[in-house]
């Protein structure tokens, strides 16, 4: 008997958690925590289409923004900008890139566009409008292709 009750409220706890860890999608943008609408009304023109908030055992874990224009940004739980993505014919706001970063790109990569950008742990990853990927250190010092 004790069995049977001990299984029964394993399922319905797995249950539970489940539909906590569920994804949620929304057309509006006050989903996003404060620090994130701020990123987006300062450094885009464009609108937000879709806004996907990851959760995992019912916490927040990151947030997803599609823009009307296909850019993809991805946020932390906090707000802070974790990833940017544009089409190869934009390219990303100079706020979110280190201005070593830019020059380098200027420099050794005449003609290209940064099209996306990923903050890591010991640095950043760029994409170029013509595919390749370069690393750079917390600084924005290069230090390799990828």
């Given at each position: 008997m004790i069995r049977k009750i001990l299984l029964s409220f394993a399922i319905i706890l797995g249950i539970t958690l489940i539909a906590q860890a569920r994804d949620n999608f929304s057309r509006d943008a006050s989903v996003l925590p404060k620090p994130a609408q701020t990123v987006i009304g300062n450094n885009f023109k464009s609108k937000v289409n879709l806004v996907k908030t990851e959760k995992t055992l019912g916490k927040v874990t990151e947030y997803e923004v599609i823009m009307t224009d296909?850019?993809?940004?991805?946020?932390?739980?906090?707000?802070?900008?974790?990833?940017i993505e544009v089409g190869t014919s934009s390219s990303i706001p100079s706020f979110f890139i280190l201005p070593a970063i830019s020059d380098y790109v200027k420099k050794n990569e005449s003609g290209q566009k940064i099209v996306g950008i990923e903050k890591e742990r010991n640095g950043f990853e760029v994409e170029l409008s013509n595919?390749?990927?370069?690393?750079?250190?917390?600084?924005?010092?290069?230090?390799?292709?990828?």
């Open positions: 296909g850019t993809e940004i991805s946020f932390d739980r906090d707000g802070n900008w974790q990833s595919g390749i990927d370069m690393k750079f250190d917390k600084q924005g010092n290069f230090l390799r292709y990828d």
